[in-house]
């Protein structure tokens, strides 16, 4: 469990602690009280949802770098081989030459 999971998992714990032992000891009434627990929960729900929305922008920040990163790396593969391949037919281009120029001295 990454420590993002743990993080939530002990803040709704500890809304569901501080819920609990504020309806014990709670002064108010009882509709006041029940406002007073929507309201925490909503400010919770907020935070979490908060976290939740950072935490999926920053993966997605990363994912889009590693996408990004892979493309480059496979363009300089391309154009490496694309090099390479050049330069393998410039090398045989110049063997066939030296190959016809041998066997033209042999004819003569």
Request: proline share 1%; no cysteine; glycine share 4%.
């Given at each position: ?5 743990k ?10 602690i501080g819920a609990g ?14 406002k007073?627990l929507?309201?925490?929960f909503?400010?919770?729900k907020?935070e979490?949802?908060?976290?939740f929305?950072d935490?999926?922008?920053?993966l ?24 390479k ?5 410039d ?7 030296d190959?016809k120029?041998?066997?033209?001295k042999?004819?003569?």
């Open positions: 469990m990454s420590n993002s999971s993080a939530a998992v002990a803040l709704l714990v500890g809304v569901a032992l504020g309806i014990l000891f709670a002064p108010d009434e009882g509709s006041k009280t029940r007073k929507k309201d925490g909503d400010e919770k907020d979490l949802k908060k976290k929305d935490l999926s922008s920053s997605k920040s990363k994912l889009e770098t590693s996408e990004a990163d892979i493309k480059s790396a496979f363009e300089d593969v391309a154009e490496n081989a694309d090099e391949s050049n330069e393998i037919i090398s045989l281009e110049k063997k066939l030459a190959l120029a041998a066997a033209a042999m004819r003569s």
